[in-house]
């Protein structure tokens, strides 16, 4: 039983290509994040999305778009991809009110 | 905006010993704490956390203090074990919870045997 869920797990894409990552959870958390971890492991919040508010981490680029068709999923689209997108995507979920962050097992994006 | 410095950056204990893990933060306004540990490969997990209202937290070897007037706060693994090899990550955020959070930059806790 997976709470948060992210495909896919690796994505080895060309510079220039558009490309998504998926995640869903099935907690029935409130609040949905993405973040960013670096190769030197800097974990760097990029968005939360909650009750169809979206928080933006204003250094992320608007290359990078969170799309949320329903409170359960938060899916992640890079356009035009760059040699510096290269990371560890992690997902994760909190309750309203809540504490703990809730991590997804991450996406490895490389880009060539 | 928060800044949160962590040392050290690697920590290289003999199993058995103690490990201490420090943390500063720059908002007075932060008033929840957190650490995860994320083992290699695997996603980061909530060990352990403190609120501002308190000074101390334990949960069996692990242990967490925090000093609000110096803005620092540490992380205490003692009895130390192989599990217990991992990047350990401290977070600041004043609004109580997950949201907000800055992580510091992690540290890589090595357990040699």
């Known amino acids: 039983d997976t709470a948060v869920s992210q495909t896919p797990k690796y994505l080895v894409t060309q510079m220039g290509n558009d490309k998504s990552i998926k995640c869903e959870q099935n907690l029935g958390h409130d609040t949905m994040y993405w973040y960013k971890q670096d190769s030197k492991k800097f974990l760097k919040i990029m968005f939360s999305y909650n009750n169809k508010e979206l928080i933006i981490n204003e250094t992320v680029p608007n290359r990078f778009s969170p799309k949320s068709p329903d409170k359960a999923h938060l899916n992640l689209h890079i356009n035009s991809l760059e040699l510096g997108d290269s990371a560890v995507y992690f997902c994760?979920?909190?309750?309203?009110?809540?504490?703990?962050?809730?991590f997804g097992e991450g996406s490895r994006l490389t880009v060539l | 905006g928060e800044n949160v410095e962590q040392h050290p950056s690697t920590l290289s204990v003999q199993e058995g010993d103690s490990a201490v893990i420090k943390c500063t933060y720059s908002?007075?306004?932060?008033?929840?704490f957190p650490w995860y540990k994320q083992e290699l490969g695997k996603r980061p997990q909530l060990i352990i956390d403190?609120?501002?209202?308190?000074g101390e937290k334990k949960d069996q070897r692990i242990a967490v203090t925090l000093n609000k007037t110096a803005k620092h706060f540490s992380l205490h693994i003692t009895e130390t074990q192989p599990e217990d090899s991992a990047v350990y990550f401290c977070?600041?955020?004043?609004?109580?919870?997950?949201?907000?959070?800055?992580f510091g930059k992690g540290t890589h806790l090595i357990i040699q045997p």
């Open positions: 403190i609120r501002s209202n308190v």
């Open positions: 994760a979920s909190s309750p309203n009110s809540g504490r703990e962050l809730f």
């Open positions: 908002d007075s306004a932060s008033n929840y």
């Open positions: 977070a600041a955020s004043e609004g109580g919870g997950a949201d907000g959070l800055t």
